[in-house]
């Protein structure tokens, strides 16, 4: 295959060609207000010009965050992280990757995941008071919650599997048994988006096929990533799974009247997971959620909905000054706001805002509370 | 090393590969100040000990990432030594105290992958301990040969270039 003939599939896939260069996208993108040098619409333009060779080897092609704030202005709707993410798998093929962050050890993870001999030891998180099948109808997926634990809970002043009993609780207190299932593998959205095809395909298809054999016909879960590679990639890529994905959020809102929450006094704001509100357009499902607790006072930071930032690096890739500024602005939004907790639906906003409080890169940012809307969602039950 | 196949011969029955012993892949990551002249001083004083290990020498075992334990699992090791000074002789004053709680960490994410706790182990080895260094890695060897090969390295990290078990 020609070069020309790549670049051509990224572009269709893409809507690259329709680009206007009207420059929204460069405008609103949250890597080029503090990166001069990234800029959308270039990588764009340049690409179709011919160009397409120099953005392979250009750091600028892991810069992207694939938030999709670009997408929601653009007028002529082009997927600029779809377009992103297609190129990264050719510069893959070509020996070029991303600079991960954390060394590199979430990718070794997700790719040893891969591996259909191994047996994983991921149910430790699992409390005598939780209640949980092996099959049935609803199935929690957890994700890579129980390998976050080791590797952020003594560094960041929370454990992460803390989300999947929580979870579990708001399940069982609606009346549902979940199923859990050890063999879950990583859902494989980091793979994918930093070009790693071919083992996310593999990932996807032994997921889909543990997914089956549990018999479940919904799989929830309180990963806004997880939420959206399930539902909108996965089909893409190993056809109709056969069950229908949802996100905590929406569950809680279906099942409102199973559920009854205690007054809570606090005042929060929500930060929208890029996955959530723009990617999968899960904008009110979250609100309404926290909506459901009585005396909570819920308060909306300056960007929100599908205008919210985002939380600064995705992927585990290409973490560097500009996701730190991006962090720090989002949390100096979160502070005016007034609200004393940041309710967040992703695991890794959760985790990279932590990071941005402790790293000591942000000084002066408040040291306010970050809470998974799972976790909020479980303190307010009533028992 | 592919041999040549004499036409109309049997392949060789998998019973007779079985019977082949298991030698472990071990990595071991190995401090310049202490443990890499340890292992030195054990070529020096002619320690007879298993040559079955890699070494991979670090500047301190403190840099001694999760990262790298996981990478060398996902290309097939079946075993991971982290080996860096004793407790108070670093020459970077705290580094093995990092080298500990990295290790912690390791330690998680080996049990939750599913891999045995013994196919890790951090050792301390001072440049003066050749014996002990030849000690260490025969028992490490052992331990690691009687759990058997990695149940990852056989198919894990398909797009990494990782050399399949043979």
Redesign the interface.
Same mark, same amino acid.
């Given at each position: 295959m020609s070069n020309v003939e790549i670049f051509w599939k990224s572009i269709k896939s893409s809507r690259a060609y329709s680009c206007l260069e009207c420059g929204k996208c460069t405008a609103c993108c949250p890597v080029s207000r503090y990166n001069g040098v990234f800029s959308p619409r270039r990588v764009v333009a340049e690409t179709i010009e011919g160009g397409g060779e120099g953005l392979i080897s250009n750091a600028a092609l892991w810069e992207c965050l694939t938030c999709g704030m670009c997408e929601e202005r653009c007028p002529m709707d082009v997927h600029f992280s779809e377009f992103m993410r297609s190129l990264r798998t050719v510069a893959?093929d070509r020996g070029f990757s991303s600079v991960p962050s954390? %060394? %590199?050890?979430l990718q #070794?993870?997700m790719?040893?995941m891969? #591996? =259909?001999?191994?047996?994983?030891?991921?149910m430790?998180w699992v409390t005598e008071d939780l209640e949980i099948e092996s099959r049935g109808e609803i199935l929690y997926f957890v994700g890579c919650l =129980?390998?976050f634990?080791?590797?952020f809970a003594?560094d960041f002043k929370f454990k992460p599997t803390d989300i999947a009993q929580a979870t579990v609780r708001i399940l069982n207190a609606a009346g549902i048994q979940p199923v859990v299932d050890p063999n879950e593998r990583c859902c494989g959205h980091d793979l994918l988006w930093s070009g790693?095809e071919?083992?996310f395909k593999?990932l996807a298809e032994q997921n889909v096929a543990a997914i089956r054999e549990t018999g479940a016909s919904v799989v929830v879960t309180a990963c806004a990533e997880c939420a959206s590679t399930l539902r909108d990639v996965y089909p893409a890529y190993v056809g109709a799974p056969g069950f229908e994905v949802k996100h905590l959020a929406e569950l809680v809102t279906e099942r409102s009247g199973d559920l009854s929450f205690k007054e809570a006094a606090a005042s929060v704001t929500f930060q929208d997971p890029c996955r959530l509100s723009r990617h999968m357009g899960l904008k009110d499902a979250p609100r309404q959620a926290l909506d459901l607790v009585p005396g909570l006072t819920r308060v909306e930071m300056l960007h929100s909905g599908s205008n919210a930032m985002c939380c600064g690096t995705s992927a585990w890739m290409s973490c560097d000054q500009t996701s730190k500024r991006i962090q720090g602005d989002r949390l100096a939004e979160a502070e005016d706001t007034g609200a004393d907790t940041l309710v967040t639906a992703c695991p890794k906003c959760q985790i990279h805002f932590r990071c941005a409080l402790s790293d000591g890169q942000t000084s002066g940012q408040p040291q306010m509370d970050i809470q998974d809307l799972s976790v909020f969602l479980a303190s307010c039950l009533q028992r | 090393m592919a041999r040549k196949k004499t036409p109309g011969a049997k392949t060789p029955a998998r019973g007779r590969k079985k019977a082949v012993e298991f030698v472990p892949r071990i990595i071991v990551f190995a401090c310049n100040w202490c443990s890499y002249a340890g292992a030195d001083n054990a070529g020096v004083n002619r320690i007879q000990y298993s040559p079955h290990f890699r070494v991979i020498r670090t500047m301190c075992s403190g840099r001694v990432? *999760?990262?790298?334990v996981?990478?060398a699992?996902?290309l097939g090791a079946d075993g991971v030594l982290v080996s860096g000074c004793h407790i108070g002789d670093c020459h970077y004053i705290f580094g093995n105290e990092r080298a500990i709680?990295n290790f912690?960490?390791t330690?998680?994410?080996v049990?939750?992958?599913?891999l045995e706790e013994g196919r890790i182990r951090l050792e301390w080895v001072s440049a003066a301990e050749g014996p002990r260094f030849g000690q260490v890695i025969d028992e490490f060897v052992d331990a690691v040969r009687n759990l058997g090969p990695s *149940?990852?390295g056989?198919?894990?990290?398909?797009?990494?270039g990782a050399e399949p078990r043979k």
């Open positions: 893959l954390h %060394g %590199g050890v #070794s993870l790719r040893m891969v #591996s =259909p001999t191994m047996k994983q030891d991921r430790w =129980p390998y634990d080791g590797l003594p790693d071919k083992n593999m | 990432h *999760p990262s790298f996981l990478r699992f996902e709680e912690e960490k330690k998680a994410l049990k939750t992958l599913g *149940p990852i056989k198919n894990g990290g398909a797009a990494t």
